[in-house]
């Protein structure tokens, strides 16, 4: 059974900063890249697709709010991959989920997230 499982979120300053670790298990995890999506349902705003680890530990952001602020590692020994948050802001406030992607960088399993919350 694939499973992803977020942890780390919690309440921060403005400002502060906050890592959050993604374990994967029932899979080759060194076979899928590993993407960061968060979501405000709060504020109304969707799905936002933050960042994604390929296999090789490469990464690229696709959110430009986040980009020069948040940074993603991946260790495939530990199988897991961690979402470094510098900088944080109240626009930042959602709940941060792990997914892992196919080939195609479809999202195909996904975590059940963790709440981050930047107080202002």
């Known amino acids: 059974e694939v499973q992803l499982v977020e942890s780390g979120g919690g309440l921060v300053q403005a400002g502060g900063s906050l890592r959050l670790s993604c374990v994967a298990s029932?899979?080759?995890?060194?076979?899928?890249?590993i993407a960061w999506v968060r979501q405000a349902p709060a504020l109304g705003k969707g799905l936002e697709w933050i960042?994604?680890?390929?296999?090789?530990?490469?990464?690229?952001t696709y959110a430009d709010s986040v980009k020069g602020r948040f940074t993603i590692s991946r260790d495939n020994a530990k199988n897991t991959v961690d979402l470094l948050m510098n900088s944080l802001n109240a626009d930042d406030t959602a709940v941060y989920y792990c997914?892992?992607?196919?080939?195609?960088?479809?999202?195909?399993?996904w975590g059940q997230g963790t709440q981050v919350t930047v107080s202002s």
């Open positions: 029932g899979f080759t995890f060194s076979n899928y890249p």
């Open positions: 960042l994604t680890s390929r296999r090789d530990g490469s990464s690229t």
């Open positions: 997914a892992r992607q196919n080939i195609w960088y479809e999202f195909d399993s």
